[in-house]
């Protein structure tokens, strides 16, 4: 679940793999997160309620991969892991237009240096807006 505020993030959060019993419930409890859980942000406010685009990303399975070479950054979202800790970015984002960059930013997420070995998972997403 993605929160955009006149075109910046405003909000993001959300499950790789379901925890609840449906897709409505996950979108719901994922939405909540979003707007009042983000650490990076302050909570949505009632005011900032018209002014926010909603779009919402499910994800199919992950697929584990053994190179960055069977990735594409519009066609597919990225998890790198290494021991306990995991950074994902999805598909398809404005200003990540290379592989590179998009293994970059999803390291930086499970704060992880650029050059550390991780393994890799790809997976797609249906959005909508």
Known sequence: MSLKKDGQLRGCIGTIEPT???????IRQNAVSAAFRDTRFD?????????????????????????????DPRKYGVIVRKGHRSGLL??????????QQQVAIAKKKASLGPEEEVDLYRFEVQRFK
């Open 20 to 26: 609840t019993a449906s897709v409505a419930d996950e």
């Open 43 to 71: 909570p949505v406010s009632a005011e900032e309620l018209d002014d926010l685009v909603i779009s919402v990303d499910v994800l199919y399975p992950a697929e584990s991969i053994g190179s960055i070479n069977e990735l």
């Open 90 to 99: 999805l598909p398809d984002l404005e200003g990540v237009n290379t592989v």
